[in-house]
């Protein structure tokens, strides 16, 4: 299987903040990369998929770049309602595997 | 506008069974592969089983196999995951999700729990 390990595993931020998260796969995923934003007691949303491309809806304050087996979503300023838990996934190969999650907390 | 409403949950005995749905509306389900995706309580997400459009791929982590089956039924835009022989570990909320860019619509979940 394919092991996700993102990094940090809690934030600490503020409004208006730049942040970026780290997603390291232990092989190369073609750039079969997405991020999910989750708050307590929702369903994940779909921010970025295929690395770089965002999700329907998704404001342009979040990008994704990365290639091979090193990933990053930036949040170019961090707003209110983007707190909360964080995942990428590799959906490359299966089983499809998600990283442990990095908490963005005030 | 995409919605998957679950339905099923509860809470069964160890070497039980249950059965989850997922009713979706507001695309052309047939032409969608779907997945469900679980999380433990306080835990992180992980993936259980995907159907390809026309059921011509199914897959299931390595936990579940043998235990769960998923299957869909276009007619009525419905996909189903049936699990028997069920264990504490896998006490989770169970997202059915569709698969387009991604995994790109989830439903609100339904929570399984496995206890005596």
């Known amino acids: 299987d394919i092991h996700m390990t993102q990094s940090p595993s809690t934030l600490s931020a503020s409004v208006g903040d730049r942040v970026t998260i780290t997603c390291r796969a232990s092989q190369n995923i073609h750039t079969w990369l997405a991020w999910y934003q989750q708050t307590p007691g929702k369903a994940p949303k779909l921010l970025i998929y295929a690395t770089s491309n965002l999700g329907s809806g998704v404001p342009s304050r979040f990008r994704g770049s990365g290639s091979q087996t090193e990933y990053t979503l930036t949040i170019s300023s961090l707003q209110p309602d983007d707190f909360g838990t964080y995942y990428c996934q590799q959906y490359n190969v299966y089983p499809w595997t998600f990283g442990q999650g990095t908490n963005v907390e005030t | 506008e995409v919605h998957l409403v679950v339905s099923g949950g509860g809470l069964v005995k160890p070497g039980g069974s249950l059965r989850l749905s997922c009713a979706a509306s507001?695309?052309?389900?047939?032409?969608?592969?779907m997945n469900w995706v679980r999380q433990a309580p306080g835990k992180g997400l992980e993936w259980v089983s995907f159907i390809s459009s026309g059921s011509s791929d199914i897959q299931y982590t390595d936990s579940v196999k043998g235990r769960f089956t998923i299957s869909r039924d276009d007619a009525k835009n419905s996909v189903s995951l049936q699990m028997n022989s069920l264990r504490a570990e896998d006490t989770a909320v169970y997202y059915c999700?569709?698969?387009?860019?991604?995994?790109?619509?989830w439903g609100q979940g339904t929570l399984v729990t496995v206890s005596s």
């Open positions: 999700a569709r698969v387009g860019s991604a995994i790109d619509y």
């Open positions: 507001g695309f052309p389900f047939s032409g969608y592969a």
